[in-house]
């Protein structure tokens, strides 16, 4: 298997050699053996998963009025208001 990632200066070429030489369920007869992943689906294939089965989160979840402010490493609203403090 042969990975090829970009990090914003340059590609890296990654490889691994399976025991078996290939994936059970991948791929399939007739199936070419490129695919495009995001991150946790290759993580999930390089340690022997099956990404098309696994269950996992949505990748973005959609953020809902009245949802809870972000807080500071204090527990503190973050933000412009938090700098100045209160008067």
Same mark, same amino acid.
């Given at each position: 298997?042969?990975?090829? *990632?970009?990090?914003? %200066? ?5 490889? $691994?050699?399976? *025991?078996?030489?290939?994936? $059970?369920?991948? &791929?399939?007869?007739? %199936? ?5 992943? #995001?991150? /946790?689906?290759? %993580?999930?294939?390089?340690? #022997?998963? #099956? !990404? =098309?089965?696994?269950?996992?989160? &949505?990748?973005?979840? !959609? ?5 809870? !402010? /972000? ?5 503190? &609203?973050?933000? !412009?208001? =938090?700098? /100045?403090? *209160?008067?």
């Amino acid at each position: 298997m042969r990975l090829l *990632s970009y990090d914003g %200066q340059g590609f890296w070429l990654c490889e $691994k050699r399976l *025991s078996a030489g290939t994936f $059970k369920w991948w &791929p399939r007869a007739g %199936q070419q053996g490129v695919a495009r992943m #995001n991150v /946790h689906e290759l %993580q999930l294939l390089l340690w #022997n998963g #099956n !990404p =098309a089965q696994a269950q996992a989160a &949505p990748m973005w979840r !959609p953020i809902t009025a009245g949802a809870e !402010p /972000h807080l500071g490493h204090r527990g503190e &609203p973050a933000g !412009p208001q =938090a700098a /100045h403090g *209160s008067l």
